[in-house]
Nanobody, 120 residues
Framework: QVQLVESGGGLVQAGGSLRLSCVVS????????LGWYRQAPGKQRELVAA???????IYVDSVKGRFTISRDNAKNTVYLQMNSLKPEDAAVYYC??????????????WGQGTQVTISS
């Protein structure tokens, strides 16, 4: 059974940074594509960033240049480094494993989510 456990969320001031982590178990991590989604109250869940098994990445336009997704295959962990945070980045952030074509990412399994709150 695939399990994903996120951590690292919290309260941060606008302009600050957070690093989210997600440990994945129950799958061959190095072969997985991985993604981070977020969902703010009243909004649809959106893909923030994804990384393929080769390390190729994609980002939603609103976070390009501020967020970085990375993976550590030895630790079965995917990270989302978030810098220059804005109030509109506040959301519940979800880790996922899925499929990545190099252009599109689709999630298959989800974590429980971690809350990111931004104070202005």
């Amino acid at each position: 059974q695939v399990q994903l456990v996120e951590s690292g969320g919290g309260l941060v001031q606008a302009g600050g940074s957070l690093r989210l982590s997600c440990v994945v178990s129950g799958s061959i991590f190095s072969l997985n594509a991985l993604g981070w989604y977020r969902q703010a109250p009243g909004k649809q869940r959106e893909l923030v960033a994804a990384i393929g098994s080769s390390g190729k990445t994609i980002y939603v336009d609103s976070v390009k240049g501020r967020f970085t997704i990375s993976r550590d295959n030895a630790k079965n962990t995917v990270y989302l480094q978030m810098n220059s945070l804005k109030p509109e980045d506040a959301a519940v952030y979800y880790c996922s494993t899925g499929r990545y074509s190099g252009v599109y990412y689709s999630a298959g399994y989800w974590g429980q989510g971690t809350q990111v709150t931004i104070s202005s």
